[in-house]
């Protein structure tokens, strides 16, 4: 074959293997993340109930403290139970999955090491799950604003970028998380820590709209304000904040892009301490 035609052959051949690179990415990932979702609801009773019965509960306790115990006054809307879990559902979704990030590589030790896939993929998988778990708890938003009389608005339509954010959001995370616990193990316990003030830091239990305006700002650097300004967006349309959303489109890019350079530079080593 010349050097002409072996080019030629290059160039028709380079995007087939690509897209079967990618189909098998997508087909390794999707089978990683169903067994993940099927091993843990195999051994319990109640199964796919418990990723919803957590948010709920939360929320009763909220909702219970914050209408029936004290006058909550500006902090959030009616009706508040649909302004809780609007956010509560996709936070459990970002502190689910960044927690398991954290044993990403550690508890998959083995398989990692016998495995010629993108190790990216066990990150991925995580995400993936978590995120599964949060479309399958969005019917118990819908029955709430059902019974409540919450009334549904355009914000609807902006789920899709709300899901796609949070997505990349997480993933990046995730991928500063995983290989960096593999060599400092303490790390996990700390990012427990980090993720429960976090909590309280992230517009949940109350929304920006009701922070006072000096701190305003500072709670858009949170990319979460934006995110979960967008999904409560749908019920209530004042809490959509557009800086908020652009801040948090900017700072999704910046950890995506970190965490690919993170996760490139560890890869090699993490193989060797795994």
């Given at each position: 074959m010349t050097t002409a035609s072996a080019q030629t052959a290059?160039?028709?051949?380079?995007?087939?293997?690509?897209?079967?690179?990618?189909?098998?990415?997508?087909?390794?990932?999707?089978?990683?993340?169903?067994?993940?979702?099927?091993?843990?609801?195999?051994?319990?009773?109640?199964?796919?109930?418990?990723?919803?019965?957590?948010?709920?509960?939360?929320?009763?306790?909220?909702?219970?403290?914050?209408?029936?115990?004290?006058?909550?006054?500006?902090?959030?809307?009616?009706?508040?139970?649909?302004?809780?879990?609007?956010?509560?559902?996709?936070?459990?979704?970002?502190?689910?999955?960044?927690?398991?990030?954290?044993?990403?590589?550690?508890?998959?030790?083995?398989?990692?090491?016998s495995t010629t896939i993108p190790r990216s993929i066990w990150v991925a998988r995580v995400n993936a799950s978590k995120g599964i778990e949060f479309l399958l708890s969005l019917p118990v938003l819908a029955v709430f604003a059902i019974a409540t009389g919450a009334h549904v608005h355009w914000g609807l339509a902006l789920y899709p970028l709300a899901i796609l954010l949070q997505a990349g959001l997480v993933y990046g995370i995730g991928l500063i998380v995983a290989p960096l616990v593999v060599f400092f193990r303490d790390l996990e316990r700390a990012v427990k820590l980090v993720l429960?003030?976090?909590?309280?830091?992230?517009?949940?239990?109350?929304?920006?709209?009701?922070?006072?305006?000096?701190?305003?700002?500072?709670?858009?650097?949170n990319p979460l304000s934006g995110i979960f300004g967008i999904y409560r967006s749908a019920f209530f349309p004042n809490q959509l904040n557009w800086f908020e959303v652009v801040v948090s489109v900017l700072v999704t890019i910046v950890v995506l892009a970190v965490g690919l350079v993170v996760f490139r530079r560890s890869e090699h080593r993490v193989l060797k301490e795994l």
């Open positions: 290059s160039r028709t051949t380079g995007p087939l293997v690509n897209r079967g690179a990618v189909r098998r990415y997508r087909h390794a990932l999707w089978l990683l993340t169903s067994r993940d979702l099927r091993v843990r609801y195999s051994t319990s009773a109640l199964g796919y109930l418990w990723s919803i019965l957590d948010p709920l509960v939360m929320s009763a306790i909220y909702w219970f403290v914050f209408t029936q115990v004290f006058h909550r006054g500006k902090v959030g809307e009616e009706p508040y139970i649909v302004f809780l879990l609007s956010a509560l559902l996709p936070w459990m979704w970002f502190t689910g999955a960044v927690s398991d990030s954290t044993r990403a590589f550690t508890s998959e030790a083995k398989l990692i090491r429960r003030f976090f909590f309280y830091a992230s517009p949940i239990i109350y929304g920006t709209t009701a922070l006072p305006e000096k701190l305003r700002d500072l709670a858009a650097l």
